[in-house]
């Protein structure tokens, strides 16, 4: 860290913040220049809350934090890939996964349904949610423990692993009994306990970027989960919240390139809540994975006008079908050196 | 509702959504304009979910919801405003109130300090995390239960009902055993079972608007406990995030002069979290009460250089105390009549 | 367009923007639901002006717009894609392009030098800036119409085209003179006099989207060159202005599918100033092409330490060579039909 | 200027950017901590594009600018505010002004209509638009010459000084023969040329916000003109662009605040073009006041349903004069001290 005092910051000034430095057992070396001092601090762990606090100290104009905020999601601490192992399924590991299913799980035909269609369309992940976020309380909230069992018969009569929804820390264990991977959704990315207690069960966690979180945010929910010793932790970029009333959320596919240099940890693009539109969701799944997503979150309905949540951002079997030969395509061309770009 | 028809829609279209309507017990009103056809959607109740249906079905360009998607919340359903009654203190009542002291409860000896200090300068209700939500998972995370008591201490001794967070549904119940009002944080304006749960206590609850929620969300994640029958919901601006750097959030006082507009209940703006700048807190503290505001959420700190968190936007004893003269001059120059503006 | 009623509206209200739409000889037709009347305007020509006037009139409470305020523009207009043709070079033909070269023109030595490895590397176009708009009085603007003489020396040397920026209506006629393709910036999007001045050249314009402007205000800027009888405008998605910090600007490629679908027009990603950062602009530029762009613009620096500007989102020689086989391998995989999206 | 090298940079890249500081006539003071070099940069005059070449640079991980990019603007150039006098008026002396009248000058009859309404409630300044800007190349454009004479007029008639948009280079010397005070609008904020035309002429010039600028950047757009010889300028915020639709735009306050200490210039906020709605203008206005502002700038017209542009956030003359009777009240409330917060 450094501390930049003010042009007309006294000595009073500079030795309050030495001091305060050295009641933190950390040094601060003095640089001098014509206009101003700044002071480097200089030890081995500098306290959190103390940057906060030396802002406030007279004389002080700012601070300027040099490390990154979190260390066990960081490529500093980790500089190869971190591969997620699912079953056979390896999430991270240079081939593009892809998680594809309903919004939400609305019945056992219906998701079954689903999940033969994109099995066959070349899937390698179910997706369903049991559990709904719902902005208006007076909207349809999922099926709860009846959708994890329609989820867990899917599993069987596919084979494919499952990814579903825990919205709250009661619903952690339960959901976990039948998971293969607990997704923590946008708005809960900065719930903390749910992060500890989806971490603590030591499943692959995935971790939606809120609406309005900067990438270091993101990759400090991820902390938190690391942080409890689960490190199978795989992020999902989802869309953000501009200006821009065009598509429902900006895929903003910039955070998917800085994650991938930022952290080890496999990064996962979600263009059908990105967008909100079915027919931009093609176009952002590859524009993903050539921006060096892990793989995609896809939404397909067998009947979108009838589903009971994100009908408009949800693709069709044959639709799906057609996406898939795209990505297919593009992987190919996309070696894994670029990938990683 | 209004659904509108593309220019090249055909008749099967039109007729697939009047079907649509039907099963839903609703009616649908042609009106066949030159260019495209356009239903007026008639009936008692619109299913939640349909509209999304609707959008997604063939022929269908977009839909116009016209109605508010909150019913409790809205002025339609209670013209009056909402008076929510702490002991003597009226919130809502007219005259604005002010709620202070530490981001963070550190000891009792800085509570209590504090606690006396924005009273004799005229504040009507205590401040104070014993949870505190963090960012990161290493910084302090607050005194627990401990800090709870020392909450209600300085209640006893100062006279001022406290208002505390809580953060997860498993602390609600310890929370509402302590407090006066419970305080919802930004992060969790989403979190809808900590909604309800913190509803079902009956307390008053203060929900602070998503750092980028819409006015509609928020008064949505109030509806969530309104939902529940408790009536005494506060809501609270406290900036949003913007392209600005200059400062922490975008205190949005606009948000405020429409939430007046739109809801019967109470709201409050906080230029503590609205800046992030204690020397900005004055004059957005003013601007807050001149928009409408019923009241102001000030942080205050015996000593911000020494805080725990949120040094950089509390003001001292001393600043405090002059605000609140300049918030009296205000407040007695906005009528009442003014201030609902 | 629809006019929707208040609840409360009466049958004054309703009359009177009856009477409104004949002067402006339109019809209304009725709809009268349980709640509240809804007013379909029909006719030939709605004026401008006179969606604003309804909003304000007495009981009124919204209008909506069906059809898209732009029309030369727009998919509706014409339904094949405009190409433009500079010397043997098709824009919007279904290969993507790609202009590189640096962001400021500052010697003849410096420009000749990249023009030749922009060429060599397979670039279509030479870019280079003559007249520079900066943030900052004080930073350096461009070589002027000597930036445009080196320009044009490139063109002799290399047999690239080249583009580059009109600031000022008064540059517009010598910029003219020298360039093949004329570029307006992102801060000049709604400078409709420039945007006027540069459409009577005759001249290729390539319209850059202002940092905080929505795809419909990007389109109506390209109207403006439209109206002007110049059909030849090219439209530059090169990033928005967001909270998020990790980037100078968020690279919107959903901006980029979603204009290719409301507009004839070609569209180009400029991964440069849309990350700010050399190391990001691979993977977003082939992002780009994914999404579905007909082209790319990269800034190209032969020693980025020392350029005038922009150094650091400059790839040097040889980073740009690289790209450009990744390029050409992905343009191989992204067939025509998929390139449309 | 300090630069931070990244951890693992090397003595070569350290020595390099020493030998690029001493090339720029600078020295740089090494700080070396235990895991980073930090060098402070010491010297008269830092050369504009220097700290991006700096960027750019082998081991470097970033740059630290501390001083302000603005000079003249800034309150480090001059400390007590600057007033602006304009006949008698005075605009930054401690009483805040208010400039209203209709978005358009419309006709003669329109305009004086208003000029008078303005002038009995107590405006000071009238505003009006002869050459207005547009998003659509459809929409009404502005009077032009006619409007400006119509202005003058009324100006003769009432009083008051006027305010008027010049929208092009080729506008301002026509423009400033007519007006008082040159405006300049948000969409022109970066319109370099434009700002130096209009300095040039030596009139009071106010420079709108641009709806993505940041405080600094806008304070960079004051500095053009001030560089010009020009120290009569007025910032004027209204409004930016964010995620929320329920206002036009958002009306910052935040900034006013902020400017307010960063710069001796004085500020002006507008409500009308801030919100978009006249039924939030009031509390806008009087909030604007609080924060901080030098005065208001108020959109009147005496037939809103009738406006050619602006009706939905124009006040009639009936609420404009009750708006002012607030405005009194406040005015009297704030005393000076407070005003400059």
Same mark, same amino acid.
């Given at each position: 860290m450094i501390v930049v005092m003010k042009s007309h910051a006294d000595l009073t000034d500079r030795d309050a913040v030495l001091t305060r430095l050295a009641e933190n057992n950390l040094k601060g070396h003095l640089s001098e220049g014509e206009e101003r001092i700044v002071i480097g601090v200089v030890g081995a762990k500098i306290p959190a809350g103390l940057e906060e606090q030396l802002q406030s100290m007279s004389g002080v104009q700012t601070t300027l934090r040099?490390?990154?905020?979190?260390?066990?999601?960081g490529r500093e601490f980790q500089q190869h890939n971190t591969v997620i192992r699912v079953g056979d399924l390896e999430i991270g590991g240079g081939t593009p996964v892809v998680m594809a299913g309903p919004?939400?799980?609305?019945s056992a035909e219906q998701l079954l349904s689903t999940a033969h269609a994109v099995k066959a369309a070349g899937a390698n992940i179910l997706r369903g949610g049991a559990f709904k976020p719902r902005t208006s309380p007076y909207a349809f909230r999922g099926l709860g423990e009846e959708g994890l069992k329609i989820l867990a018969q899917a599993r069987e009569e596919t084979g494919l692993p499952i990814i579903t929804e825990a919205l709250n820390t009661r619903d952690v264990e339960l959901v976990a009994r039948y998971t293969d991977i607990i997704q923590l959704g946008a708005r809960n990315m900065q719930n903390f306990a749910l992060l500890e207690e989806a971490g603590q069960t030591g499943k692959p966690i995935m971790v939606k970027r809120g609406p309005s979180a900067t990438v270091e945010e993101w990759l400090l929910a991820a902390e938190y989960i690391l942080a409890t010793? =689960?490190? =199978?932790v795989i992020l999902c970029e989802r869309g953000i919240r501009t200006y821009?009333?065009?598509?429902?959320n900006t895929l903003d596919l910039n955070a998917v390139a800085v994650a991938k240099r930022r952290t080890h940890l496999p990064v996962i693009a979600d263009p059908s809540h990105g967008t909100g539109k079915w027919y931009l969701v093609a176009p952002m799944a590859l524009a993903g994975l050539a921006a060096g997503a892990d793989g995609l979150m896809i939404e397909v309905h067998h009947d979108p006008d009838r589903a009971s949540s994100d009908g408009p951002q949800s693709l069709n079997h044959l639709n799906f079908a057609q996406l898939m030969q795209q990505v297919r395509r593009l992987i190919a061309a996309l070696e894994p050196e670029l990938a990683v770009a």
């Open positions: 040099i490390t990154r905020p979190y260390k066990l999601a919004c939400s799980v609305e010793g =689960n490190r =199978n821009e009333t065009a598509t429902r």
